[in-house]
């Protein structure tokens, strides 16, 4: 941003990072064009007030014309931003103001993306909520459940597998694995064993012609999760309990 507004050694995009939510208010008073002003990273005033975790800040900028989905030179929106910051209320505000809840970042990854890998689980479950797509894909055709099931994060695995209707527990990436592949290989059992349960399939081979199994490191691994009974139909309450 040329000509940038400072106060001392800080520019307005330092105060809306620190919530300084007077003095951006006197600012746009004076001049409020700021508000689609960017600094050299393309980030706008709202992008910086959305990491600060301040909503008075957020709400204020989006009252005073900010635009809600605004990119920065990564393609990361302020929802994206705040998910992947663990800003729950932030998200709240700005899913209320219509923010896009499936725009990718650089690299093609989603809020809900962020959110799973950083284990927000509320946030995770606010934007699947607001209808973020659960089996959307990176540049690399990872989805959020291939991330959470290589990380080993199982609360958002369980998470994930509970949206039964809509989740795809066999979606490949681009090198042909699946979630399953993905647990097993990094040896988390216990979401190797939920993804079974809930119809991960033990046969799909990926582009290396290998399949879970192939992965696990110990054959008794194996026998633990071919013994295995998927569940058909609806999940009940208590379905994840014996894992």
């Not at 600060?52 to 989905?69: M, Y």
């Not at 349960?197 to 490191?217: F, M, S, V």
């Amino acid at each position: 941003m040329q000509g940038q507004i400072t106060a001392g050694d800080m520019t307005i995009f330092d105060q809306a990072h620190m919530g300084n939510l007077y003095y951006i208010q006197q600012e746009v008073e004076k001049h409020p064009d700021v508000v689609t002003k960017e600094d050299s990273n393309e980030r706008l005033l709202i992008h910086w007030a959305a990491l600060s975790g301040r909503e008075d800040l957020v709400d204020f900028l989006l009252k005073n014309n900010s635009p809600v989905d605004a990119k920065d030179d990564t393609n990361r929106t302020p929802l994206i931003l705040a998910a992947a910051a663990g800003k729950t209320e932030i998200v709240r505000l700005l899913i209320a103001n219509k923010a896009d809840v499936n725009a990718k970042a650089e690299g093609g990854h989603s809020s809900l993306q962020y959110a799973c890998s950083k284990g927000w689980k509320e946030i995770a479950e606010l934007l699947i909520h607001h209808h973020a797509d659960i089996n959307i894909q990176d540049i690399r055709g990872a989805t959020p459940l291939h991330r959470v099931s290589s990380q080993g994060i199982t609360p958002i695995v369980k998470l994930l597998l509970e949206q039964r209707l809509d989740i795809d527990v066999n979606i490949t990436d681009a090198y042909g694995n699946t979630p399953l592949h993905y647990a097993c290989e990094e040896k988390r059992i216990a979401d190797a064993k939920l993804l079974v349960r809930c119809g991960a399939r033990l046969d799909i081979q990926n582009k290396e012609k290998k399949t879970p199994i192939d992965l696990l490191p110990l054959p008794h691994l194996a026998k633990a999760l071919t013994e295995i009974e998927p569940i058909v139909g609806d999940l009940p309450e208590d379905w994840y309990n014996d894992i």
